[in-house]
């Protein structure tokens, strides 16, 4: 059977779009197409059968060919429905690459596509948000035993499977990508902060200076959230349960308090927290007229859509990836991208530059489970590799740094005095 039956995509006449897009995406990524590719060419890989599951657009694709390309037998889904652009998709599939993903077919296409990748029995896994790995682990656990290892790209994933390790589920060794100092330092703050603003702002066509944005949640995504919407002329109001974060973010110089206070001021309203239901039928009525809400977190479980849904006396779209519910206090409330994670559902996701560095990440994740180096359970990318990437970007755009010297070092052994 061909790649193009095996696999379900939108329309492979779309492909010649997505190639120019993946040449695009390998053009700015150095990282992935140089350090990456040099780490593969060991062969550790060759004949290895690895699902990825990612935000399925050009970055994502790049990576997947790179994996082939080692010597990978690759299979592609999307991490949400609402994410995959079928261009891309098609392209991939042109390329050799088994795919199973479209753009907003619905949660029950896209939970048959994870299971057609489950069902290709991957040995390694690229996973965002665990989206694959618990649904092996719940649907098919006799596969979910056969696995090797799984990388994962994100905070709420990492959680995941440290809960997965924590009841002893969890068959193989996994690699917390995101807690790598090259993804959540750069990725999380710079990536999404910037993609998320630029998206919101791109689907309103509206300014930011002057207006306030409640941002929920101060981790690194609502960092660089309330750094960009900052440094846009706008204020952050930051709403955030954690004590020390919330001070943070009062020494970072945005205002902080409860979220009663800040959401019947807020012109915009970003959910940033990695868990569920962020905002929900109680904040609903304390919103102001024409707030529009957008989630940066998790998926799009952090806004209540249903709730909200159900709350509205009339619902319509009114501009693209924008749709207004009319509440009966003669109030309306605009969500973008339906809920879905605004700067990939409702835009481009991160900057390329960015992404080379996560999937830079990603990939050696990959590279070092195939070597099967990885102890059992959830573990961080060695320190050592992790400045390797980071030695790697710096020598691309021709920074180098020093070393620290010997004589540098503080030595106990200088303010005790050393034994005869």
Known sequence: MSVLNRSRITDIELAPAGHLAIDWARRHSPLVNGFLRERLSDGALNGKRVAVVVHLEAKTAFLATVLADAGAQVVV?????????????????????????????????????????????????????????LRMARQDPEKFALLKGVTEQTTTGVARLTELSNRNMLPCPALAANDAACKHLFDNKYGTGQSTVQAMLNLTNMLMAGKLVVVLGYGWVGRGIAANVRALGGTAFVAEVDPVKALEAFMDGHQVGELSIGLPKADFVITATGGVRALTRKHFSELKNGAILANAGHHDLEIDIEALADEAESFRNVREGIDQYSLNNSRSVMVLANGALVNIAGGFGHPIEIMDLSFAVQGVGCHELARGVIPEGVNVIDPAIDAEIAEAKLKFHGISVGKRMDSQTDNIDDLLGSEE
């Open 77 to 133: 889904a999307g991490s949400n429905p609402h994410s995959t652009r079928d261009e891309i998709a098609a392209a991939l599939v042109e390329q050799g690459i088994e795919v199973h993903s479209t753009r907003d077919s619905g949660y029950e296409a896209w939970e048959k596509d994870l299971a057609s990748v489950a069902a290709s029995g991957p040995e390694l896994i690229v996973d965002d948000g665990a989206e694959l790995t």
